[in-house]
């Protein structure tokens, strides 16, 4: 009759030998499981809580005031190009005081890196009206740079289009944001007693 054929199993896996096991060399062999200390119930407990800055009062944020320092953005560069925008005029325009757009190390790095398309943007990021904000830290993700920079200093306002970004930021108290819609600049989280407009 033949032989009974065997189903096979699926995912069946070849045993492993642990790396505890005892037919491994001492050396190479894993340790066994630290044993952790039981915690102290009556022991006082650290929490780490962040001390927030000073400078917000409510929704208040004393340290914003013309003339306003605007941290600006890769895209929003690029997208006020298409939208045959302005910057410094633009900025102006919306909030109705003297704007000094500023521009970090990182952004400056991502737009060189972006190549000979982006050469406008780049133009216009080297205007000798816009502040250069040197960066310390490694990397050039400037996003990272543009959120641990408002973190620190609550002195900015963040012009940018990137979601991701502006939902980063909307973590943070007391930093608004300008972004663009309808052919205009439009600012977000900004007290009504600071002058900014409400469309």
Do not use: W
Request: positive net charge; contains cysteine.
């Amino acid at each position: 009759q033949g032989k009974q054929k065997k189903a096979r199993k699926y995912a069946v896996m070849k045993r492993m030998i642990s790396l505890r096991d005892e037919r491994i060399n001492a050396k190479d062999r894993a340790k066994g499981p630290v044993k952790k200390k039981k915690e102290d119930p009556s022991a006082i407990k650290e929490r780490e809580v962040p001390q927030h800055p000073s400078c917000l009062f409510f929704q208040y944020n004393t340290q914003l005031g013309p003339p306003y320092h605007i941290l600006v953005d890769t895209n929003f560069i690029n997208f006020s190009i298409k939208a045959k925008l302005d910057l410094v005029q633009s900025m102006m325009d919306c909030l109705y005081a003297k704007c000094i757009p500023c521009i970090t190390d990182c952004v400056m790095a991502e737009i060189e890196k972006l190549g000979q398309r982006y050469r406008v943007a780049l133009r216009i990021a080297k205007d000798p009206r816009f502040e250069r904000l040197p960066c310390m830290h490694k990397g050039t993700y400037a996003d990272d740079c543009l959120v641990q920079r408002v973190t620190q200093h609550k002195c900015y306002i963040v012009a940018t289009v990137d979601k991701e970004l502006k939902r980063r930021i909307r973590k943070i108290p007391g930093v608004p944001i300008m972004y663009i819609s309808r052919h205009r600049y439009n600012i977000e989280r900004m007290p009504d007693d600071y002058g900014a407009p409400r469309f």
